[in-house]
């Protein structure tokens, strides 16, 4: 798949997931609250570039 970029969301508290998402080579954004879901989550991106 060609896409211009990729994102992901993990919670807060979930390590492995998010380790496994650095280890894919996704970045690290920022953390947000999702208040439709009521929890907080790290935002995760990839450029098609990188």
């Known amino acids: 798949m060609k896409l211009p970029e990729l994102f992901a ?11 496994a998402l650095l280890k894919i080579r996704l970045h690290y954004v920022e953390d947000f609250y999702f208040e439709q879901e009521q929890v907080n989550l790290h935002w ?3 450029k098609s570039s990188e």
């Open 9 to 19: 969301t993990t919670e807060l508290g979930n390590k492995a997931f998010h380790n």
């Open 44 to 46: 995760y991106k990839m």
